[in-house]
């Protein structure tokens, strides 16, 4: 939802028109692909964005955040958990044996290694 200090614009649906129809950032200009995400982006341009902010709960980590998503994955940096398994299974049987904290990392790899130049 958007805060008093924002503004932001999204096309009317139209009744032939992809439902995943994009929204542009008034402030920014940035568009997004769905609508629904603008309002969060939104928080990046309000006065009192650190009240939204998540904060690393690790004494003497200064890691804030807007998404608690984004502080889930970083939490994983203090445990070392790496809970994401690529979920490539070659031919013979195995699974590739790649592990990682953070979602991005996981997709470049499987990018990187996995997909034929795709």
């Known amino acids: 939802m958007p805060r008093e200090d924002s ?14 129809r994009r929204a542009t950032c008034t402030t920014c200009g940035l568009t997004v692909k769905r609508p629904s995400d603008l309002p969060r982006h939104m928080l990046l341009h ?5 009240d939204f902010m998540f904060q690393c709960p690790f004494p003497e980590c200064g890691h804030k955040t807007l998404q608690k998503s984004n502080l889930e994955t970083h939490i994983r940096i203090h445990t070392n958990a790496r809970p994401l ?3 490539v299974i070659f031919s013979d049987g195995l ?3 790649f592990t990682s ?18």
């Open 85 to 87: 398994q690529c979920p």
């Open 101 to 118: 904290s953070d979602p991005s990392s996981l997709h470049r790899h499987k990018k990187r290694k996995h997909e034929d130049g795709e």
């Open 7 to 20: 503004t932001y614009t999204s096309s009317p649906p139209k009744p032939d028109q992809d439902p995943n």
């Open 46 to 50: 309000a006065k009192n964005k650190e």
């Open 95 to 97: 699974r590739c044996n």
